[in-house]
């Protein structure tokens, strides 16, 4: 039965390389080029809006590259058009339970 090598072993076998802007631009083409800055955990990218029309940029840490590809103001206006939209549902199924309700009481 072979040993559980813990985290340290692990990190020494088997050594992590930073993504380089190529690679990260390769796989997610909304970043800016030459825009990788600072070192470690550290280290943030400027996106471009995905929305055609919008030439605004946003700074957001490497680790989240994947799940932000919007500026602040279009990001804000997205969620709040999503949050009327769960609000709008909500609200049908409401009056639909509300009026089962009072057709069984009848």
């Keep these: ?10 990190a020494k076998k088997f050594p992590r390389k930073p993504l380089t802007i190529t690679a990260i631009r390769k796989k997610y083409p909304w970043v800016v080029p030459n825009s990788l800055q600072g070192k470690g955990n550290e280290r943030s990218v400027d996106i471009k809006c995905t929305i ?12 989240d590259i994947f799940q932000v590809k919007l500026c602040d ?34």
């Design 1 to 10: 039965m072979s040993k559980k090598l813990t985290a340290e072993e692990l």
């Design 52 to 63: 055609k029309g919008c030439a605004k940029t946003r700074r957001v840490r490497t680790m």
């Design 73 to 106: 103001e279009h990001q804000k206006e997205q969620n709040q058009a999503l949050t009327n939209k769960r609000r709008k549902r909500w609200r049908e199924r409401d009056r639909e339970r509300r009026r089962a309700m009072r057709e069984g009481e009848d």
